[in-house]
């Protein structure tokens, strides 16, 4: 080949490789599932899907129906009596033989613990017989199923049963299953059962058997089946900034099911909302602040912020490994939020990052680029407490390679601002413990942040308020430890108290006993003190190799 020749095939190479891709020719999420798609629940477009009008069994996914055929045809309030013909075993809700309940109980014990007996008792009753056995009217409740499908369009769908057990004739596909869950999404109802948690009434208490809430936020509602034909099924349903996506899956396994909806939806939030200016990662950024501390600003809840009030709008921050050399940020009272890589596709939990803060004020190394660090010097700036207090950023980083305290043991540590740290066995009345250190950074997180991370609270999920997770996962939030804990004597509005520090890659924490109930553990300011820090003169760069966010 000729110079020119190999020089204009160079060109070319480089050319292709410029090319954006577009979500259309992105690669197809690599899912265990047989069967998928990924819709938008707004006008209904299909987002990606593989094999998903091919008829298939889909087991339990078919109470989805069943619900919306029941909210439709019977009142919430009808009284039914459980008979012995509705106990046909397998997936149960736990019903009983002669007691009565409501038909509300029921499509409960329907959507939440997928029962079949719930299944068998709500068809019977909304067919005509709340109150005694009668087949026929199990079998009126079916044909009402397949006129909704018909009536709905659902041309690859027809039900055998209220229940989803497989059976020859009962069968739908996922393409069907995304429709007809678009539809029962404009039941308000139906939305409120699908996205419970957890229900108590009648002498039930039941939990949800969908478990993607609990490490996926945004989570509106699902539904779990599972049957030998069908394999392992969801449907999961997710809104995040304003957009809502469908996920619909048959055919996986118990250990890829919810890995492979967790993927369908990361990969769909690239597709549905392209993130290219500031206003698209402002309204990313507000849904993400909304959901854990627009409670607390409307004072629904009592308990410490995470991110705190805004310092600015949405900005270009230059970052060397970033499309373009620059990232999306927006800062926070006690946070920073950024967007480096918006169109790859990660996992959710970590599409948003917030910067190792900690790390880079108590080191002094500005973390620039993927492996690219600026020195400013250590932050000489308090922690915690008023401002002036000697315990800094700076004498917090020479006590980075401290010995881990042993696990179990109380935290008597006591840290003062020249750096002496010594043991007073009064701390012990706080009873706070060292837990078991990270091989990431050699600290353990103390006991009352550990506990702290794995609480529950209030959080919008669309537009309704839900008892989830705060923290999914706690580690992207505020990183590992890279200190030990230290009970230090700060003055807080002028009063001096205990108040027991740890900084974390992200974020640093204190706990101070005295403070009112959902306030004793909080975030320090440090989207302030970051903003503060990166005013003072660079002194160098440096291409660094250790382990960056």
Not at 19 to 36: Q, T, Y
Not at 286 to 302: E, F, S, Y
Not at 440 to 451: C, D, L, M, Q, R
Not at 532 to 544: C, F, K, N, P, Y
Request: net charge negative; glycine share 10%; aromatic share 10%.
């Amino acid at each position: 080949m000729g110079r020119v020749a190999l020089r204009l095939l160079v060109v070319f190479c480089v050319l292709v490789f410029q090319i954006p891709v577009s979500p259309s020719l992105r690669a197809e999420p690599s899912v265990v599932a047989r069967h998928w798609v990924i819709m938008e629940a707004s006008e209904g477009t299909v987002v990606a899907e593989h094999a998903a009008r091919q008829p298939v069994a889909i087991a339990s996914l078919t109470k989805v129906m069943t619900a919306l055929v029941a909210l439709e045809h019977g009142s919430l309030g009808l009284q039914v009596t459980i008979v012995p013909e509705d106990l046909i075993g397998e997936s149960s809700a736990g019903l009983v033989a002669g007691q009565t309940v409501t038909l509300r109980t029921l499509l409960y014990g329907l959507l939440l613990r997928s029962g079949n007996d719930a299944a068998m008792a709500i068809a019977r009753a909304v067919g005509g017989s709340p109150s005694a056995e009668d087949p026929w009217a199990r079998q009126r409740f079916v044909n009402l199923m397949n006129a909704k499908a018909a009536e709905l369009g659902l041309q690859h769908t027809r039900f055998a049963n209220p229940h989803g057990l497989d059976e020859p004739g009962h069968f739908s596909s996922v393409f069907d299953l995304a429709q007809l869950t678009r539809v029962a999404l404009a039941d308000a109802r139906f939305v409120e059962i699908f996205g419970a948690r957890e229900y108590r009434a009648e002498g039930f208490t039941w939990r949800h058997t969908n478990r993607l809430p609990e490490r996926y936020p945004g989570i509106v509602g699902g539904k779990t089946g599972w049957t030998d034909e069908a394999g392992l099924c969801l449907i999961e349903v997710a809104e995040r900034a304003g957009h809502t996506l469908i996920v619909v899956l048959t055919g996986s396994t118990f250990d890829s099911w919810y890995d492979d909806a967790a993927k369908l939806l990361d990969f769909g939030w690239t597709v549905v909302d392209p993130l290219d200016e500031p206003d698209d990662a402002a309204r990313l950024f507000q849904w993400w602040w909304r959901r854990t501390d627009d409670p607390i600003a409307q004072n629904l809840v009592q308990r410490t912020w995470l991110w705190g009030p805004p310092l600015g709008p949405v900005e270009w921050e230059p970052y060397v490994d970033a499309p373009g050399g620059r990232r999306l940020v927006q800062y926070f009272e006690k946070g920073r939020m950024e967007l480096t890589h918006p169109d790859r596709v990660v996992d959710g939990r970590w599409r948003v990052t917030g910067g190792r803060l900690a790390w880079e004020l108590m080191t002094g190394w500005q973390q620039v680029g993927d492996r690219t660090l600026r020195h400013r010097s250590p932050a000489r700036i308090a922690v915690a407490g008023d401002p002036g207090n000697g315990i800094t950023y700076a004498l917090l980083g020479s006590k980075m390679q401290a010995a881990a305290g042993r696990p179990g043991e109380v935290v008597t540590t006591r840290l003062d601002a020249e750096g002496t740290v010594w043991t007073e066995p009064e701390l012990a009345r706080y009873a706070v413990r060292y837990g078991e250190p990270f091989p990431e950074t050699g600290h353990g997180v103390a006991s009352v942040f550990a506990a702290w991370f794995e609480q529950r609270g209030s959080v919008w999920a669309g537009n309704n308020l839900r008892e989830e997770f705060l923290f999914s996962p706690w580690v992207a939030l505020v990183g590992f430890p890279v200190t030990e804990p230290y009970w230090v004597r700060v003055r807080v509005n002028g009063v001096e108290h205990d108040v027991l520090l740890q900084c974390f890659e992200r974020r640093c924490l204190t706990y101070t006993p005295s403070n009112p109930p959902g306030w004793e553990v909080e975030m320090g300011n440090i989207g302030l003190h970051y903003r503060e820090w990166t005013q003072t003169r660079v002194v160098g760069t440096l291409a660094a190799s250790a382990r960056l966010s």
